[in-house]
């Protein structure tokens, strides 16, 4: 038996992409690495395909690993070619090209975009936005004037949306629900956001349900079930995605929505990984990009034998429409999952559109929702991340990391003590939280009595 | 009158401020302002100034006053204002007596405004109620002198507290309240280090970093320790035999007193351990050149009187009295005390230190103002005027200057009496204070830097006030109202001034008569002076018999002012102050000044600099106190007495000794929601003064549990309504602290109240849910017009950072964190987005920690290791900001 192990991996994505750079550094020559991607390319930074999208960035600078990287770490690249067959008993993987074997096989085949199954879904100039040649597609229909309609007002649809109306076409944003990314925004952020898409001449329907896509031969048209025509040259559906798990279940692997893997990534076959936007874990899919990072660390131990767990990634979400500054993270319903109001924090500055709004459950921060000011984002991301007990800073929480990591500052007022008078000026290190215990104690006391 | 100077040409005027009197050169500006900086040839402070004298020139704009006479709150032309309070005052008398008629004035008057309210109402209209805000802090010290001098005479000069060997403080915390003597005593000391400082006072004050030896005292036990101090004098042969054989009567008496004064029973009553007691004994008696310089401590006590005399006694039996560099020295808080108690505005005085139960002095005063009428006894002193005013028998009411409403003793009940009198006239210079809310009549008054006259400082030293902007407005000096409603009552002739010099040629001529009386204020020496004289006059130490040849020490060679020429020394016996503590009632509330504030304000307050000092009124309470109350610094605090509840800031500090409490006295109900702390203090008062116990009130504490502390800035006033407010000026905007019981429904809507917006401007807020934690800020055109910081604790701010950059026109954002310098570097421009790290932060981090690779980087930042976007950046911050490697 061969010293190096076959490793097959299926997909070359942002996940399996990242495990790699962590496996290689790990354990450079353990590994034959055979690489298969649906796409004829290898890996680049999907999520900065708005910026391609809007023109303010072209291909080349996207890409995260190129031929030499491939080269370099002797990956065997099977680009462009899909993989039609797990044999799980044979250790192989069935392609267009043959057999290939592999001693462990991780599964990184992503998601797939949803297609409403409206008639004329499947009409040309339907596309989705998903990857390099989606966005290829939409570049080469956007002639300025061109009407552009996008199903689907999150994330993504607005990134769409935001990217075909830099190239100048006219463009529709279709929206279910009452107001747009209402997973990751509260409808007051989703409210500013609207008015600044709207202010850069994109048309917004919200409860805008689409019964048909219409047109002989070609889109035309999208009708609306309350009577509404947006004439269309094109229609870019992004309207959410699904883990792409048919070559799992083909192989009898355990699947729910995602295919199922334990703590290590591994799947119900020891053999076999999967990681990324079709692995479901503790009953979460994911499609951002924190958790795949984060299973693609654990992904890359368990294949060099080391040991690591995954644990539920909280997300956060950043809009990439340039000029647009939006951020999400946590969970910031308003009520927890027993249905107790939580608490909150809102700064409102409407001259300016800015928009901030953190969520707590007793100490801690769990949601946060920035808009027009995202500056703090990831710092708020972190403090809910680490559970971190924000209670001593909770006066200027909202304010991020410069009031929180500062000194300490004087309550003290006006009447200070005179220069000089060190007695005067000795204060509990935190005065604010000491009187919130003095507080509490009578508190305590009152209630007592 | 003398004109308003020329603008760029400096005049030589007196410091309206403390009893120290310091000489100012104010260089008008044309504009309405002027350059204020000390006169280097005034013989007080030879150029110094302190912080208020300093600010003067921030204190003069015409904001907030009285610039026209008013007639229940309408403009009326003078004639009518006139008019009408001639009338009122003339009914009274007529259906009541002129005993129904009473003056409250004040020691900010100039001389010659007290003399003519004194010949007004002790002449002409014929009672003696006439007394004046002195009474709360000299009228101790002037029965003391009386008693023991047989006048009221300060024996010394300021050069003595240069030259003494020892300079003994008691109850006088000259730092802040004399800053500029302090400062000549300190330099002094630093010159002539072998000079000893005692400070006797139960707090540790600004004054005590000078002290030799502080002594904190057990309030009140004064004259416990100085006859201790006799005794010891005695004992240690220190008597001088042969002054007190040929000046001194009731030695032996005030001796055998003093000879009960045990070591051990001293120690007791003042709380002072024996070795500290006899270092202040060995202190004073090893040293011959000694002044013992004595202030409110001693004054406002109901045993003041005694207090004075106790000290006296101890100069009178040493001899140190009257010579270089020894003798008791009082030193006064206003401006012009000294100046109303020569002119006699006092109800317990005539005229020129003469008294009114003596015939003969009547007589004379009588015949040389051919006085229709004058009383025949003394006249209500201050707290009886206002009760007077309470309980009806005073049916017309006139406050010239000052503030009773907020400075006297059960300032609630003042408020009330003044309320209740049919009718109140107040002239002053300010619209709004808590004594204007109550008038009839307001009639507007020159404030200092228009109006002219003398002054007389601690050390018998008159000095002329010279204006040097015009009378805005309508305003006019107080003498020539005082002389206009005279002549409106009927006596044209004895009001017929043309000048306020020839008020002084009066007063001057009648201290010749009084002299002849055997009184021992005498300036007859100026009775004679030109207008042009007058106002050129330099400052002068009285007595002036004679024109050019001004006083200086008196008493050195004895000459007392008693019928026998002789001092007295008295039999004192201690007395604790009048109210005891009790299990109810078991704090003693002292109360005293600031540095950087003037009695209740109306000046002071206009100042940014100064109203930052001491931004608001506070209580500061011994660490062990603090948290036997469970009184946490910096929350708020609720002192009560019998009489009233304020509210102030905690400072918990070990510069008040237990049990005992302290408050400023300058806040009032246009600065601070529950501020005005004489509202809290009794009306005791020494028996025979009349002075009132403003330091020794039994108080309670509890903590003051708002629902919500506050913070806000403001470009116009805000109007506060909470249950704690303070507010003080800063540059272009008011500060206001706040507190409230419950929280606000609406935060903005309660903020755009408070600052007086219209429902137009738009807020910039932060508001948390689930606490009252809220900041607002109201932003116009880009300008924050106003800020508020809410919390449920007191607020964390950088108070001066924020003021400053709110005057600024910083943006409300950073503001709104309270910090809006940060405390962290700029970060520069964000390279990476994900972690929200800039250009700076990493290119700091490459030069500090030394990083050589993007990874390292991402290691120690986080930068670059999300979604990887920035890491070419990162590489390109590397290539900038490593440091070079050197060729081979």
């Known amino acids: 038996m061969s010293s190096v192990e076959r490793l097959v991996v299926i997909g070359a994505g942002m996940a399996s992409g990242r495990m790699l750079e962590h496996l290689f550094e790990a354990a450079p020559d353990r590994y034959a690495v055979t690489l298969f991607g649906a796409e004829p390319r290898g890996n680049y930074n999907r999520i900065m395909l708005s910026p391609v999208l809007s023109g303010e960035k072209t291909y080349a600078e996207i890409v995260t690993h190129d031929a030499a990287w491939y080269a370099r770490h002797g990956v065997t690249c099977r680009f462009g070619e899909a993989v039609t067959r797990i044999d799980r008993a ?149 309207v959410g995605i699904r883990p792409s798990t048919n070559l799992a279940k083909a192989a009898d692997l355990a699947c729910g929505r995602g295919i199922l893997v334990d703590d290590q990534m591994l799947t119900s076959d020891p053999a076999i990984l999967a990681l990324g936007e079709c692995a479901e874990h503790d009953g979460m899919v994911y499609g951002l990009v924190a958790p795949l990072y984060d299973m693609a660390k654990v992904a890359a131990k368990t294949l060099t034998g080391a040991p690591a767990a995954y644990a539920r990634t909280e997300t956060a979400t950043k809009l990439k429409v340039t000029g647009v500054d939006l951020y999400s993270a946590g969970d910031f319903a308003p009520t927890d999952p027993q249905g107790a109001a939580r608490e909150e924090i809102v700064f409102r500055d409407p001259a300016r559109g800015i928009y901030k709004r953190l969520v707590l459950e007793g100490d801690h921060l769990v949601g946060a929702v920035m808009y027009g000011d995202t500056t703090d984002g990831a710092w708020f991301f972190g403090q809910i991340r680490q559970r971190a007990d924000v209670s001593a800073i909770r006066d200027t929480l909202i304010f991020g990391p410069d009031a929180a990591e500062a000194a300490p500052l004087d309550p003290m007022v006006a009447a200070a003590a005179s220069p000089g008078d060190p007695a005067a000026r000795q204060r509990p290190s935190s005065p604010a939280a000491a009187l919130r215990a003095a507080n509490d104690r009578h508190r305590a006391v009152s209630a007592a009595a | 009158m003398t004109a308003p100077a020329p603008p760029g040409c400096p005049v030589a005027t007196a410091c309206p401020y403390c009893g120290v009197g310091c000489g100012v050169l104010a260089t008008p500006d044309g504009f309405g302002g002027a350059a204020i900086k000390g006169d280097p040839d005034h013989p007080a402070n030879f150029g110094r100034l302190c912080s208020k004298g300093s600010a003067l020139g921030e204190t003069i704009d015409l904001e907030g006053r009285l610039l026209e006479p008013r007639i229940n709150g309408a403009p009326a032309p003078w004639d009518d204002a006139i008019s009408l309070v001639a009338d009122r005052f003339r009914a009274a008398i007529a259906e009541h007596g002129p005993d129904s008629v009473a003056f409250y004035v004040s020691g900010q008057l100039l001389t010659e405004d007290y003399y003519a309210a004194n010949k007004l109402m002790k002449g002409f209209i014929g009672t003696a109620n006439i007394d004046t805000n002195s009474r709360l802090c000299m009228a101790s010290t002037v029965v003391g002198h009386k008693r023991a001098f047989g006048a009221d005479t300060v024996p010394g000069t300021y050069e003595d507290l240069e030259e003494a060997d020892c300079v003994v403080l008691v109850g006088s915390n000259l730092a802040w309240c004399h800053p500029v003597l302090f400062q000549r005593l300190a330099a002094a000391k630093t010159a002539r280090p072998g000079m000893k400082v005692v400070n006797i006072d139960p707090r540790r004050t600004a004054t005590s970093a000078l002290a030799d030896l502080s002594l904190r005292l057990a309030p009140g036990s004064d004259v416990a320790l100085f006859n201790y101090l006799l005794n010891q004098i005695e004992a240690e042969g220190a008597v001088d035999a042969s002054f007190v054989e040929a000046h001194v009567t009731g030695f032996p008496e005030a001796m055998a007193e003093a000879r009960r004064a045990t070591l051990k029973r001293t120690a007791e009553i003042t709380g002072l351990s024996p070795v500290e007691i006899e270092a202040f004994a060995q202190l004073w008696l090893r040293r ?27 100069h009178l039996a040493t001899g140190r009295i009257g010579r270089p560099g020894m003798g008791p020295f009082s030193v006064t808080g206003q401006p012009n005390a000294m100046g109303g108690r020569e002119v006699g505005g006092l109800a317990t005085t005539l005229a020129c230190h003469l008294d009114l139960t003596v015939p003969e002095h009547r007589e004379g005063v009588r015949t040389f103002w051919n006085a229709p009428a004058m009383p025949q006894g003394n006249g209500l002193k201050a707290v009886d005027l206002f009760r007077a005013s309470a309980d009806g028998r005073i049916k017309a009411l006139w406050i010239m200057s000052t503030n009773p409403a907020v400075s006297l003793p059960e300032a609630d009940d003042v408020a009330a009496a003044i309320a209740a009198c049919p009718f109140v006239v107040v002239s002053d210079i300010i619209a709004d204070t808590d004594t204007t809310r109550l008038a009839d009549v307001l009639l507007p008054a020159t404030g200092w830097g228009e109006k002219s006259g003398t002054v007389t400082n601690s050390e018998r030293r008159i000095s002329r006030q010279r204006p040097f902007l015009p009378a805005p407005g309508q305003a006019r000096p107080d003498w020539r109202i005082i002389a206009d409603v005279g002549a409106a009552m009927g006596w044209p002739e004895a009001f017929a001034w043309e000048s306020e010099a020839a008020v002084f040629r009066e007063h001057a001529a009648l201290s010749g008569v009084a002299s002849s009386l055997g009184g021992d204020f005498d300036i007859s020496g100026l009775k004679h002076l030109g207008d042009a004289e007058y106002d050129a006059l330099d400052p002068v130490q009285w007595p002036v018999p004679h024109h050019g040849e001004p006083g200086g020490r008196l008493f050195g060679e004895g000459g007392f002012a008693t019928p026998d020429g002789r001092a007295r020394m008295l039999p004192l016996v201690h007395r604790a102050p009048a109210t005891p503590l009790s299990p109810e009632w078991p704090f003693r509330l002292n109360t005293g000044r600031v540095r950087d504030h003037w009695h209740t304000m109306t000046r002071t307050a206009k100042s940014a600099r100064l109203s930052a000092h001491m931004a608001e009124p506070y209580l500061e309470i011994h660490p062990d106190d603090a948290a036997a109350a469970g009184i946490e610094p910096a929350t708020l605090v609720s002192v009560e007495s019998p009489f009233a509840t304020a509210v102030l800031r905690a400072i918990v500090t070990d510069r008040t000794p237990r049990g005992s409490v302290f408050a400023p006295m300058h806040w009032t109900a246009i600065t601070a929601a529950r501020g005005r702390i004489d509202a809290l203090v009794g009306a005791e008062t020494d028996p025979l003064s009349g002075q009132p116990e403003s330091k020794a009130q039994p108080v309670r504490l509890s903590p003051f549990r708002p629902a919500w502390y506050g913070f806000a800035l403001s470009r116009r006033a805000p109007l506060p309504t909470t249950a704690y407010w303070a507010e003080a000026r800063g540059p272009a905007h008011w500060r206001v602290e706040l507190a409230g019981t419950a929280q606000p429904a609406d935060w903005v809507a309660f903020a755009r109240t408070l600052f007086d917006l219209p429902g137009t401007v738009e807020a910039v807020s932060v508001i948390d849910s689930a606490r009252p934690v809220a900041r607002i800020a109201f932003v116009v055109d880009g300008r924050t017009e106003a800020l508020l910081l809410t919390s449920d604790a007191p607020v964390e701010a950088a108070r001066a950072p924020l003021a400053e950059a709110f005057d600024a026109g910083a943006e409300a954002r950073p503001m709104l964190s309270g910090r809006p310098a940060g405390n962290r570097p700029d970060p520069g421009p964000i390279v990476c987005s994900c972690h929200g790290i800039g250009a700076n932060t990493i290119a700091a981090a490459i030069a500090a920690e030394g990083l050589s690779t993007v990874e390292a980087i991402g290691a120690a930042l986080g930068a670059g290791t999300a979604c990887g976007s920035c890491r070419p950046e990162i590489a390109t911050l590397l290539q900038a900001f490593q440091p070079e490697i050197a060729a081979e």
Do not use: W
């Open chain 1, 90 to 238: 044979r250790r192989v993987v069935v392609s267009d090209g043959g057999e290939t074997h592999y001693d462990r096989l991780v599964i990184a085949t992503g998601s797939q975009p949803f297609i409403i199954p409206v008639p004329g879904h499947d009409l040309p100039g339907v596309v989705t936005y998903r990857d390099l040649d989606d966005t290829e597609a939409m570049i080469a229909a956007a002639r300025p004037g061109a009407r552009a309609v996008v199903i689907g007002g999150g994330l993504l649809g607005l990134e769409a949306a935001a990217g075909m109306r830099l190239r100048g076409m006219d463009v529709t944003v279709l929206h279910l629900m009452p107001h747009l990314m209402e997973r990751q925004l509260d409808p007051s952020a989703s409210a500013l956001l609207r008015h600044e898409l709207e202010g850069r001449g994109i048309r917004v329907h919200c409860s805008a349900n689409t019964s048909a896509i219409t047109g002989a031969g070609q889109v035309e048209a999208v009708a609306l079930d309350d009577g509404t025509v947006y004439p269309a040259d094109l229609v870019c559906m992004a």
């Open chain 2, 288 to 314: 011959e050149r000694v002044v013992t310089v004595f202030s409110q401590g001693v004054n406002q006590s109901s045993a003041g009187v005694d207090k004075v005399n106790a000290i006296l006694n101890c």
